[in-house]
């Protein structure tokens, strides 16, 4: 036992299986999987008239992704994994986490975690209680957009802040010693398990000053700044984060992807694959931060010209190509597009647009959601998202319809190149005999089928094998996991 929290908790590292405290839940389990709470029916809706047909005919042909196109996805993704594990500035970044041990469920203490990720910021305090229990007191502070775009400076001094009042809210004063695990869920080539530069922003991000840097230097400086006695002990990227802390009740889990406001994935590789590094890990393994996001083989990804437009008009142009295809950020924005396009051709809405249609990202993937829930026969919700909160002057029901196909083909498409590159890494390390893939992020908790689309694409790449796959909800796992990893650490 060893106290490393400051906080006069002790942490054993005593080995033995444990059960999460974190609240998660099986979304879908592999053998005799019962279908996903609030499943319902999700066929094509019916649109009439010969115009809005032959755009939908045009649309599927866009959006739709076959089962051959799944696999050539697949091959691709395979490919660069392993490029990435050879090599340095590859398609996939696949960084090194500097976490080889998964946690033997027996961990206990009480630790500090920051965790931010695309749209909050959060301060956790969780106490690993052991046989699987964990409490979690923690506060969210909204992330303002002259946060993310101003200086790096003054975001981690926000953070110090939110981190000081935390503790002073909780009884403590901020002279009080702890050690804390850092989420950090960007891009950071990862040079120790408490050190790592950033190599670009992404997500809406743009703070100066950030990118090159150490982010747990500048951390650890705003902390001293505000007197804050606090130790960063280790940088967690937060699918590693989801991982371990899937992995705290589920020995099983090699795979965690966090499908939210961006997309990622991290996955147990053994160390003798990863040539590109120089070292050992006590086990012989070592979690990788693949960065999925950045997969961009204009060969095997169909790309849409509303996919280029959004990527060219974003802050990061040709960068996190397949982000943008698949994460809550984007996928309301290529709706957008989408709808704008029909507009200007006259199929939608009799070729009247919106102010509020006109503007970047204020087509919210929210409302997708929305739309795709709605199963009234006037589609009454589709019609107070597009009237009430679009502020389209009037819509038909065959606009609507029409809205709402849009909506399933981006939702879908998302979700099956989510399959294919979560199946690309079960082949990568074979576990096609069994394996639980960790999963957070507000897009496969709460978008409508998208657990469901993802096991059935599964199903078509993997065949009878994708019955051994069990995609488990994490809720909110990185936290636990960033402290999981200062206990490990
Ligand atoms: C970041 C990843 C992160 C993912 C999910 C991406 O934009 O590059 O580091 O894991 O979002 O939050």
């Known amino acids: 036992m060893s106290d490393i ?20 839940y099986l979304y879908s389990h592999a053998k005799g999987s019962a279908p996903a709470p609030n499943s319902v029916p999700q066929g094509p809706v019916a649109v009439s008239t010969p115009s809005a047909e032959a755009a939908i005919a045009r649309l599927e042909k866009q959006f739709t992704i076959s089962s051959s196109q799944l696999h050539a996805i697949v091959k691709s993704f395979s490919n660069e994994l392993k490029k990435g594990l050879q090599a340095d500035n590859q398609m996939f970044l696949q960084i090194p986490s500097y976490v080889s041990n998964r946690p033997k469920g027996t961990e206990t203490g009480k630790f500090l975690a920051l965790d931010l990720g695309g749209t909050n910021f959060r301060v956790c305090e969780i106490s690993l209680e052991g046989r699987g229990h964990a409490r979690t007191r923690q506060k969210k502070y909204t992330l303002t957009e002259d946060l993310k775009t101003g200086s790096g400076e003054h975001l981690f001094d926000f953070f110090a802040e939110c981190v000081v009042n935390f503790l002073e809210e909780g009884g403590l004063d901020k002279s009080f010693a702890t050690s804390l695990g850092f989420t950090f869920s960007f891009p950071v080539t990862q040079t120790a398990i408490n050190e790592g530069a950033l190599c670009f922003w992404n997500k809406g991000f743009s703070c100066d000053g950030v990118v090159g840097h150490d982010v747990v230097r500048l951390l650890q400086d705003a902390l001293k700044r505000k007197g804050a006695n606090i130790t960063v002990k280790a940088l967690v990227n937060d699918t590693v984060g989801t991982l371990v802390s899937h992995a705290y009740s589920d020995p099983q889990t090699y795979l965690g992807i966090i499908l939210g406001t961006g997309t990622n994935a991290a996955y ?3 160390v003798s694959n990863l040539t590109k590094w120089k070292g050992e890990t006590p086990n012989g393994e070592m979690i990788m931060n693949t960065e999925w996001g950045g997969f961009n083989d204009p060969a095997v990804l169909p790309i849409t010209s509303f996919d280029h437009s959004l990527d060219r008009a974003s802050s990061n142009p040709g960068i996190q190509v397949f982000e943008k295809l698949i994460s809550g950020m984007y996928l309301g924005e290529i709706v957008r597009y989408t709808i704008t396009d029909l507009i200007s051709t006259g199929e939608l809405f009799r070729g009247a647009s919106s102010e509020e249609l006109k503007k970047p990202y204020h087509f919210e993937t ?21 009237e009430d909160l679009l502020k389209v002057p009037a819509t038909s029901l065959e606009d609507r319809r029409l809205v709402k196909r849009i909506c399933q083909l981006v939702g879908t498409r998302a979700a099956r190149f989510s399959a294919a590159a979560t199946a690309a890494i079960i082949i990568k390390i074979n576990k096609l005999d069994g394996c639980t893939v960790a999963i957070d992020g507000s897009l496969f908790e709460h978008y409508p089928h998208f657990a469901n689309r993802m096991r059935d694409a599964l199903h078509e790449i993997l065949g009878l094998s994708a019955e051994n796959i069990v995609l488990s909800q994490a809720r909110d796992g990185s936290g636990q996991g960033a402290a999981l990893i200062a206990a490990l650490a």
């Open 5 to 24: 929290t400051g906080l006069g908790f002790s942490v054993g590292l005593a080995s033995g299986a444990l059960v999460t405290a974190a609240v998660h």
């Open 366 to 386: 929210a409302f997708m959601s929305r739309i795709e829930r709605d199963h009234t026969l006037e589609l009454a919700d589709t019609k107070a998202v597009l």
């Open 268 to 270: 147990v590789e053994k």
